[in-house]
């Protein structure tokens, strides 16, 4: 059903099936990818086993290469840099940006499917602008980090210029359906349909960081590790600058900055006018 959806060879042939989760179409789109792989690996097997029923028993490659080569999990693939972090086998490696935007688009995956049922089952309005207002808030850090820190580091290193700009396109029209929801009411028309959509950009968004921008930004020379721990704080600083306007009872901003989130808190009475109960 998912691929009857999608049309080869139309403007959109590289958006998945909208409705499904990102991570099915993740691995359905490497599966895929991986099936040629795959072919080809079978057939080298093949031709090496022929060859060995052939040849007499000879010392098995591990052994003769030493300890070294039991090390498990592949390095990445050379880099023009080297890195602690691009070099380590896979089952050592530190927890890096990737990782964590991960998480992110786990989590805002798995809130958006709870939307959809509480929109299926007519639910009190209080429990959906809840929930609605924790998934933007959710998306508003995360494209933050990106647009801040992952995108231009990606760009210094060279990463497909084109795919960063489409990214930063989709996030903007995903900013423009997070601020309509912000500024309205589940009671309002097409308020569920807002979210539903919101959820259909993400997923679309996210499939392409997943299986275009993310792998480039591992094979590439960036420091992984050393982005996720500015993102970390840089997060930790727009939820205590969200937390501090919440409390006031003003309207969040889309993107707080690091040098005016503090600032914004002290004067935001000011800038903004008092939110009605
Ligand atoms: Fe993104
Ligand atoms: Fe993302």
Same mark, same amino acid.
């Given at each position: ?42 057939? $080298?097997?093949?031709? &090496? ?6 040849? *007499? +028993? /000879?010392?098995? %490659? =591990? ?76 998306? $508003?850090?995360?494209? &933050? ?6 995108? *231009? +580091? /990606?760009?210094? %290193? =060279? ?80 939820? &205590? ?37």
């Amino acid at each position: 059903m998912a691929d009857d959806k999608t049309k080869r060879g139309s403007p959109d042939s590289k958006r998945l099936n909208k409705g499904e989760a990102y991570e099915l179409a993740y691995a359905r789109k490497k599966a895929k990818a991986g099936t040629s792989a795959k072919r080809a690996g079978a057939a $080298k097997t093949a031709r &090496t086993r022929s060859a060995s029923a052939r040849a *007499p +028993a /000879a010392t098995p %490659a =591990r052994s003769r290469l030493g300890p070294k080569a039991a090390v498990r999990g592949a390095p990445h693939p050379p880099t023009a840099k080297k890195t602690t972090e691009n070099t380590a086998p896979r089952t050592m490696k530190a927890a890096d940006a990737v990782d964590l935007l991960t998480d992110d688009h786990l989590q805002v995956s798995a809130l958006f499917k709870q939307y959809e049922k509480l929109a299926k089952k007519k639910a009190p309005a209080d429990q959906r602008r809840t929930l609605a207002a924790t998934i933007c808030s959710l998306l $508003k850090a995360h494209t &933050t980090v990106e647009e801040e820190i992952l995108y *231009p +580091a /990606a760009r210094k %290193a =060279r990463i497909d210029a084109a795919l960063l700009d489409e990214a930063d396109i989709e996030h903007a029209s995903a900013k423009e359906l997070i601020a309509q929801i912000e500024s309205g009411n589940p009671g309002d028309d097409h308020y569920d349909a807002r979210v539903k959509v919101l959820g259909e950009y993400i997923t679309h968004h996210v499939v392409e960081e997943h299986t275009e921008m993310f792998p480039k930004c591992r094979r590439a020379s960036m420091d992984l590790v050393a982005l996720r721990v500015r993102m970390e704080a840089r997060k930790a600083e727009l939820e &205590t600058g969200e937390a501090a306007m919440v409390e006031e009872g003003v309207p969040v901003p889309m993107a707080v900055s690091a040098e005016s989130a503090g600032i914004l808190s002290r004067i935001s009475g000011s800038l903004f006018p008092v939110r009605n109960p």
